[in-house]
C-alpha cells in the first residue's frame, strides 16, 4: 500500500479547525437528531451527525480517510434531499448549500492530506463542484419556474361586463375605487409595452410619522383635480392632483395615547350633500389652506365633504373644498362614536378604516384592541346621518330591541365582535355588507352568546335605513384562531346560467373565496361542510365541522415535516423538532396550552385587510396574500401573572411587539402568547420554506387559477435583520391590496422588498418596479388629471412587517409629451 504523505504547519493548522468545526456540528446534529428521532422524525439528522464526527476525527488525525468519509455523507445528503422534496429550489436551500460549501472546504483540504496526489485530488474535485454546481443550479431554476398562464378562452370574458355598477374613471371616489370596491381602474394610457418609462411626478411628505407603531396603510381619494388622504395620525390633507401641491390640511388633534395596535388610517369617505352650511368660524381654519377651484357638484359650505374616522374613535367631516370642519355635523364638525360604550380606555376603541356611505348614512365599525380583556369595549355597528351627524341606528348583536344609544349608565354589550375593517354597500339594495371580527378574547369561547357563535367571523349585511340583519354568512364556527374578515367585500355581476346574478366575493384568512348572492347570502358556488379536528383546551367548544369552499382557496396543503425550512440543516432540524413537539391536524387544530399549536394559515391570511381586485372585463380575481404559519400557545392565568402579562391601559404594560405575543386576554382562564410567521428566536428566519406569499389570478367563472407567483423578493429578508439584497423571487409576507387596469396592469406595493411593481395581468410576470423610500404596506390607486394617468401609493412603512416608516405620498406617470 502507498504511503500517503502530508503536510505540515498552516495548512495542518487549517485541517484541524476543519475537523473540530465538522466534529462539533456533528455532535449537534447528531444529538438533535436523536431528539428528533424520538418524536418520530426523520433519522437523516442521526445518520448526518455520525457521519461527520466521525469525519472530523479522522481529519484530525489528518486522514485523508476523513475527506472520503465527508464526501460520501454529502452524497448521500444529496440524495436524501432529492428524495425528500425533490427539486424544489427554496427546499434544497438549507439540506444541500451549506454542507456544500463545507464540501468546498474539506476538497481544498486535500493536498494538506495527501502532498503528492493531495493536489490532482483537490483539482479535480473543485471542477466535478463547480461543473456539478451549474449544471444542478440550471436544473433546479427550470424546475421552479411559475406555473405557466392557463388559456382563457376569448368568448367567456364577455360573460363579465359590467353595466350596472360604475367604474372609476378618472377618479377614484371610493376607499376601493368604487362602491362596489374591486380596485379597478378602465384607465389604459399606462400599459405593459410602455410602463417601463413611468416617471415620478411627484411626491409629498405629510410630516406625519409616528416614532414607533408606524404603518398609515392609506389609500388615497381623488375626485374633480383634488387627491384627498388622510395620515398615521388622521391628518386630513388635500393635494392637488397635478402636481401634488397642498392645497388644505386639518389636523383633529388626535393624541397618541389612543394609538392602538398601529397608527393606521387606511382611507377617507366623499359625500356630496347639495346642502347649504354655514361658515366654519375663524378657530376652525386648516393650515395653510391654499384656496382650490370649486367641484362641480357645489360652492356652499360642506356640500360636498370628507369624512375620516380617528383613533380617538371620532368621525369627523370637513368641507372639501376648504378642509373646514362642517359645523352642521356633529358639534363642531365631529361625532364621538364612543358614546354609549361606558369606560374606555385610550387605545381601546379605534377607527383605523374607511366609513362606508351608503343611502346618505355613515356606516362606521371600529377597532377594539385584540386580546386585553373579555369586557372590551362592544363592538356594536353604528349607523349616522352624513349631513348631521346624527345617530340613525345601531346594531349591538345581542340586544336587537336596542336600535339607539343606550340610556343613562347603561352601555352597549361589552366583548362583542367588532368590525374594524372595511365594509362595501350596495346603493340600489341600500344594504351595506360587514366582515365582523372576533369576541374580545380571540382564542377562548366557552363564555361567548349565542348572537357572538351567529355574527362572529361572518359576513353580516344590514339594511342601512334600520340597521337590522338582512342575512349574515359565517366563515368560522366559533372561531378561536383570529380569522376575522380581514378583507372587503368585492361587489360584481355573477354569470349564471339563469342571467347575471347581483353578487360579492368574500376573501377570508383561511384563504377560502366565496362567491354569494349579495341580495340574500346565499352561496353562488359550492361551499362543503367538513368535519374539524376535535381536543384543545376546550373539547365541548369546538364544532364538529366547518365551511370550506369549493369554489377556490388560497391555502395550500398541510404542513408536514419536510416543509421545515432553515439557513441550515442545524436550523432546519430544529424547525422540525417543534413541528413534531407541537399540537397540528391541520387547519382549525383547536387551541392548546400544554403545547404548542399550529395555525396555518396564520391570522395574516390568506386575504386581509388588502381585500382582492376584479378585472370585469376578463373575469378576473387577482389575490395577493399570505402563506405563512403561527405557533401558539394559551397560557394557564397564573403562568400569565407570573411572566407579568398585562393587559393595555395597566402602567405595567409594554409597548410594541407582535400581535397577540403575551396578550393577557384578562377575565378568561388563559393569555395567549402567539409567534407570528414561525420565526426562529436566534435567527429571525420562519420555519416553513418559502414562499411566504403570493398574488394569484383566478377565472371567476370556473374557480381556475390562471397564474400563480411568489410576491416579493428576498432583497430587504435575511438571518439577524440582516438584508440579504439578493434580487430572488423568495415571495414574502405582505400586506395591502393590488389594483387592476384596462390597460393590463396590475400595481402592487405590500411585500417587506419596499418594491412597487407593475405586472403583466396575462403572465404574471413583473415588467417595472421601483424601489420605495419606505415600506409600501397600502393600496395604490389610479386617476387620471388633464389626460395624463397617474399612479398612487402612501409608502409610509409598518412596524410589524418591519419595514422603513416613512410619510411618503408618491405619484408616478408616462412622460409628458
Not at 356640500?303 to 380617528?310: F, K, L, P, Q, Y
Not at 387596469?741 to 400595481?747: E, Q, R, S, V
Request: one cysteine or more.
Amino acid at each position: 500500500m502507498p504511503r500517503v504523505e502530508k503536510s505540515s504547519g498552516l495548512g495542518v493548522i487549517a485541517v484541524r479547525i476543519l475537523a473540530v468545526l465538522l466534529a462539533l456540528i456533528g455532535l449537534v446534529l447528531a444529538g438533535g437528531g436523536v431528539w428528533l428521532l424520538s418524536l418520530g422524525g426523520s433519522p437523516y439528522y442521526l445518520l448526518a451527525g455520525l457521519g461527520l464526527v466521525a469525519s472530523g476525527v479522522m481529519l484530525w488525525r489528518l486522514s485523508l480517510l476523513g475527506a472520503w468519509i465527508y464526501i460520501g455523507v454529502f452524497v448521500l445528503t444529496v440524495l436524501w434531499a432529492l428524495w425528500e422534496v425533490g427539486l424544489n429550489g427554496w427546499a434544497l436551500v438549507p439540506r444541500v448549500i451549506a454542507p456544500a460549501v463545507l464540501l468546498a472546504l474539506v476538497i481544498a483540504a486535500l493536498p494538506v492530506l495527501d502532498t503528492r496526489r493531495g493536489a490532482r485530488f483537490a483539482l479535480g474535485g473543485a471542477a466535478v463542484f463547480v461543473i456539478g454546481a451549474l449544471i444542478s443550479g440550471v436544473v433546479v431554476a427550470q424546475a421552479n419556474r411559475p406555473m405557466q398562464p392557463t388559456d382563457v378562452p376569448a368568448a367567456a370574458l364577455a360573460a363579465m361586463s359590467d353595466p350596472s355598477l360604475r367604474a372609476a374613471g378618472a377618479d377614484w371616489p371610493a376607499y376601493g375605487g368604487t362602491e362596489a370596491s374591486r380596485r379597478y381602474s378602465p384607465l389604459t394610457q399606462i400599459t405593459p409595452d410602455n410602463v417601463g418609462q413611468l416617471e415620478r411626478a411627484w411626491t409629498f411628505r405629510t410630516g406625519d410619522t409616528p416614532e414607533e407603531k408606524w404603518g398609515a396603510e392609506t389609500t388615497p381619494l381623488k375626485i374633480g383635480d383634488t387627491v384627498y388622504l388622510c395620515t398615521a395620525r388622521n391628518i386630513l390633507i388635500a393635494l392637488d392632483a397635478r402636481t401634488g401641491r397642498q392645497r388644505w390640511r386639518y389636523d383633529p388633534q388626535v393624541s397618541d395615547d389612543w394609538i392602538p395596535y398601529t397608527a393606521a388610517c387606511r382611507g377617507v369617505a366623499y359625500h356630496e350633500t347639495g346642502a347649504s352650511a354655514p361658515a366654519a368660524t375663524a378657530g376652525d381654519t386648516p393650515t395653510p389652506a391654499t384656496p382650490a377651484p370649486a367641484t362641480p357638484a357645489a360652492t356652499a359650505a360642506c356640500a360636498t365633504r370628507i369624512i375620516e374616522g380617528t383613533l380617538d374613535g371620532r368621525l369627523i367631516a370637513v368641507d372639501a373644498r376648504t378642509g373646514r370642519p362642517c359645523a352642521d355635523f356633529g358639534t363642531n364638525g365631529a361625532v364621538d362614536i364612543k358614546v354609549g360604550m361606558g369606560d374606555v380606555i385610550p387605545g381601546m376603541v379605534s377607527i383605523t378604516s374607511a366609513p362606508t356611505i351608503v343611502q346618505g348614512v355613515i356606516v362606521t365599525g371600529h377597532q377594539v384592541l385584540d386580546g386585553q380583556y373579555n369586557s372590551a369595549p362592544s363592538g356594536v355597528i353604528q349607523g349616522f346621518d352624513a349631513v348631521t351627524g346624527e345617530l340613525r341606528w345601531a346594531w349591538d348583536m345581542t340586544r336587537p330591541d336596542l336600535t339607539g344609544r343606550p340610556a343613562g349608565d347603561d352601555t352597549w354589550t361589552r366583548g362583542t365582535p367588532n368590525m374594524w375593517t372595511t365594509a362595501s354597500g350596495d346603493e340600489q339594495l341600500g344594504l351595506v355588507y360587514l366582515p365582523m371580527g372576533n369576541s374580545a378574547a380571540d382564542y377562548y369561547s366557552a363564555d361567548r352568546s349565542e348572537a357572538e357563535n351567529r355574527y362572529a367571523t361572518a359576513l353580516v349585511a344590514l339594511d342601512v335605513n334600520t340597521g337590522r340583519p338582512a342575512w349574515s354568512f359565517q366563515t368560522v364556527r366559533k372561531d378561536v384562531w383570529d380569522y376575522d374578515l380581514g378583507s372587503q367585500a368585492t361587489l360584481i355581476d355573477y354569470p349564471t346560467a339563469a342571467g347575471v346574478v347581483p353578487a360579492l366575493i368574500l376573501p377570508s384568512k383561511q384563504g377560502d373565496l366565496y362567491i354569494l348572492d349579495r341580495r340574500t347570502g346565499r352561496p353562488l358556488t359550492p361551499v362543503e361542510e367538513r368535519p374539524a379536528p376535535q381536543g384543545g383546551v376546550e373539547p365541548q367548544e369546538r364544532a364538529a365541522t366547518q365551511p370550506f369552499s369549493l369554489f377556490h382557496t388560497l391555502a395550500k396543503r398541510n404542513l408536514t415535516e419536510r416543509d421545515m425550512w432553515g439557513m441550515s440543516p442545524i436550523d432546519q432540524m430544529i424547525c422540525r423538532i417543534g413541528f413534531r413537539q407541537a399540537a397540528y391536524d391541520g387547519i382549525y387544530t383547536p387551541p392548546t396550552s400544554d403545547r404548542r399549536w399550529i395555525q396555518y394559515p396564520g391570522y395574516n391570511g390568506g386575504s386581509d385587510w388588502g381585500g382582492v381586485a376584479v378585472d370585469p372585463r376578463r373575469g378576473w380575481i387577482i389575490a395577493n396574500y399570505n402563506d405563512m404559519p403561527n405557533y401558539n400557545r394559551l397560557v394557564p392565568r397564573a403562568e400569565a401573572d407570573a411572566k407579568g402579562w398585562v393587559p393595555h391601559g395597566d402602567p405595567r404594560a409594554e409597548s410594541g411587539g407582535a400581535e397577540g405575543a403575551g396578550d393577557p386576554q384578562v377575565g378568561v382562564p388563559y393569555a395567549i402568547d402567539v409567534n407570528a410567521g414561525w420565526r426562529m428566536g436566534s435567527t429571525g428566519m420562519l420555519c416553513k420554506q418559502p414562499p411566504y406569499g403570493g398574488i394569484r389570478a383566478i377565472d371567476i367563472r370556473t374557480g381556475q387559477t390562471v397564474w400563480d407567483r411568489p410576491l416579493g423578493t428576498a432583497r430587504k429578508n435575511g438571518p439577524f435583520g440582516i438584508p440579504s439584497m439578493l434580487p430572488l423571487d423568495i415571495g414574502t409576507p405582505n400586506n395591502g391590496g393590488a389594483v387592476v387596469t384596462a390597460g393590463g396592469l396590475i400595481f402592487v406595493a405590500a411585500a417587506t422588498d419596499d418594491l412597487i411593481r407593475a405586472i403583466d395581468i396575462e403572465t404574471g410576470e413583473t415588467v417595472w418596479s421601483e424601489v420605495l423610500p419606505a415600506g409600501g404596506q397600502a393600496g395604490p390607486m389610479i386617476y387620471e388629471q388633464d389626460g395624463r394617468q397617474y399612479l398612487v401609493l402612501m409608502a409610509g412603512g409598518h412596524h410589524f412587517m418591519e419595514t422603513p416608516p416613512g410619510d411618503y405620498v408618491m405619484a408616478w406617470a408616462l412622460p409628458e409629451r
